[in-house]
């Protein structure tokens, strides 16, 4: 199982750290990826890591702004977002997926609960 965490609000330009902590020992064996789901819209993709951490990938709209990471001693993985915008508000979830580079929510086979990320003044 997966949790994700450090969710809050926050003013428009500023910054927020997701963790999503895994409860078992497989964590390593899955790519990691970020998705959000803001109000009265589907659920989007946000970022992917490789299984050793390797070859990240963004939204082409997020790229700059966030960086994923992993620490696959620790079985968590993390989401840095900067420059924060109020349609950055949303659910965030991590989600871990058998194959890499994959970026539909179909393509994951674990989910974490959603963490909530307010922007707003």
């Known amino acids: 199982q997966l949790q994700a965490s450090g969710g809050g609000l926050v003013l428009p330009g500023g910054s927020l750290s997701l963790s999503c902590a895994a409860s078992?020992?497989?964590?390593?064996?899955?790519?990691m990826g970020w998705f959000r789901q803001a109000p009265g819209k589907e659920r989007e993709f946000v970022a992917l890591?490789?299984?050793?951490?390797?070859?990240?990938y963004y939204a082409d709209a997020l790229k700059g702004r966030f960086t994923i990471s992993r620490d696959n001693a620790k079985n968590a993985v993390f989401l840095q977002m900067n420059s924060l915008k109020p349609e950055d508000t949303a659910i965030y979830y991590c989600?871990?997926?058998?194959?890499?580079?994959?970026?539909?929510?179909?393509?994951?086979?674990?989910w974490g609960q959603g963490t909530l990320v307010t922007v707003s003044s």
């Open positions: 890591i490789s299984r050793s951490g390797g070859s990240p």
């Open positions: 989600a871990g997926s058998s194959f890499y580079g994959l970026t539909s929510v179909s393509s994951y086979d674990i």
């Open positions: 078992r020992g497989t964590f390593s064996s899955y790519h």
